[in-house]
């Protein structure tokens, strides 16, 4: 059942999410295109009560209840950046909006807009960590709650591995194709 209903939150997303956008940038109703994205977040809100009312009812704690705890903490670690990000695409595409401005890809800039995105990372295994910690407490049966606790570390692993790649940003700042030319011809000299 939890599963289903995650499948279903995450089409229930891209389905609130177009409609949102087409009736803000294509019917020019800006103020219930905004009405429609803000109902997102209730799709998390039901997902959490129906984790909740299964442990509720006696279920054993599962992967399920895990992995619908690190989707919840994705969307409130990443969520808004996609929407914002989609937003900026439609707002180009469908009202004549400047295109959106794109990350650098370069240098130290790149390095820092990876790390802000590792910073929702943080958040969504936070998040995840802290809805997951609740559960357990909430069935309180140690024995019972262990693939709550597995879920825990892998959201953390994932953050970790995260970072490792920001960090490879900052140590080895992608460079702009001029700057190799250059390069070559100084290592020449």
């Known amino acids: 059942m939890i599963v289903t209903l995650i499948v279903v939150c995450e089409v229930g997303f891209?389905?609130?999410l177009c409609a949102g956008l087409g009736v803000r940038y294509l019917l020019r109703m800006r103020r219930t295109g905004m009405a429609i994205l803000?109902?997102?977040?209730?799709?998390?809100?039901?997902?959490?009560?129906?984790?909740?009312?299964?442990?509720?009812?006696?279920a054993d704690p599962s992967w399920t209840h895990g992995l619908a705890a690190l989707y919840i903490g994705y969307t409130v670690g990443h969520g808004h950046r996609t929407i914002r990000w989609l937003d900026g695409r439609a707002a180009h595409r469908l009202?004549?909006?400047?295109?959106?401005?794109?990350?650098?890809?370069h240098g130290m800039a790149r390095a820092r807009h990876e790390g802000a995105v590792w910073l929702g990372t943080l958040v969504a295994a936070g998040v995840a960590t802290a809805l997951?910690?609740?559960?357990?407490w909430y069935v309180g049966d140690p024995a019972r709650t262990v693939p709550l606790a597995d879920w825990t570390a892998t959201a953390w692993k994932a953050a970790g591995v995260h970072g490792v790649i920001v960090l490879s940003y900052v140590i080895w700042p992608k460079k702009a194709p001029g700057e190799r030319g250059r390069e070559a011809v100084r290592a020449e000299r």
């Open 38 to 58: 803000l109902c997102e977040p209730l799709m998390e809100l039901v997902l959490l009560v129906a984790t909740a009312v299964d442990l509720k009812n006696g």
């Open 95 to 105: 009202a004549g909006a400047a295109p959106p401005v794109e990350p650098p890809a």
């Open 14 to 16: 891209w389905v609130l």
């Open 132 to 136: 997951l910690q609740i559960a357990v």
